[in-house]
């Protein structure tokens, strides 16, 4: 399976908002975001005038990156939602919004997206009682996520010590005491508090 091994930091510069791929680091005074806020490169600091389809492209790399998912993949989600009913673009965000890996970290189970994507991968969550390996699996209303009893350690207390600097989700449940979480209902567009156009992205593929 590909990965990126980009620097993260520059990810969140060049798309002018803090992604929190970096976990703790990111609520620290370290942050690359905070402390060089414009686009990495040479030309980073000077004022650019962008096209319509670059707004477009740099919208969809926005929501990729920040959820962590590549090309591919992404653009399956763009037509899966294309095909069910209501407004594409919302449809779109609460697929993503949705996925294990994403719920594990809104949960408060891992510092980032991509650290609650390896504990899915290698097995550390459950669903329903079940060992779950799935990033992309799509909670429904009713799912109990739990961390296995043999991976609640202190990289994981750590991430839920770090959530509670985080505004919790309303469609979700945690129970920190026991490592577990609930969906107590499906996610609504005004639970994605990052701030995304998304018919910008439907704009993008239906050039």
């Known amino acids: 399976m590909s990965r990126s091994i980009k620097h993260v930091c520059k990810l969140c510069r060049r798309e002018n908002l803090k ?5 703790d680091r990111c609520f620290t005074d370290k942050c ?8 990495p490169g040479q030309h980073g600091q000077s004022r650019m005038k ?11 790399q926005k929501v990729k990156r920040l959820y962590g998912i ?9 037509k899966e939602s294309e ?7 919302t449809t779109l965000l609460l697929k993503l919004e949705r996925r294990l890996d994403n719920v594990v970290f809104l949960l408060g189970y891992a510092a980032s997206r991509n650290e609650a994507k390896q504990l ?6 459950m669903v329903n009682g079940r060992k779950a390996n799935m990033p992309s699996y799509e909670v429904k209303k009713g799912d109990v996520i739990e961390i296995h009893e043999k991976s609640r350690g202190t990289k994981v207390q750590a991430a839920i010590e770090s959530a509670k600097r985080r505004e919790a989700s309303r469609w979700l449940e945690a129970q920190y005491g026991d490592f577990k979480g609930m969906v ?3 996610p609504a567009r005004d639970d994605v508090t990052t701030p995304i ?11």
């Open 70 to 78: 590549f090309e591919k993949q992404f653009r399956r989600y763009f």
């Open 50 to 60: 962008f096209s319509e389809y670059a707004l477009q492209l740099r919208e969809k």
């Open 120 to 125: 899915v991968k290698h097995s550390h969550v």
């Open 32 to 39: 690359s975001f905070e402390r060089r806020p414009y686009p």
């Open 184 to 186: 107590k209902d499906l």
């Open 19 to 23: 992604l929190f791929l970096k976990g």
């Open 197 to 207: 156009e998304e018919h910008m992205v439907v704009e993008y593929y239906s050039r």
């Open 83 to 89: 095909q069910q009913k209501g407004v594409t673009g």
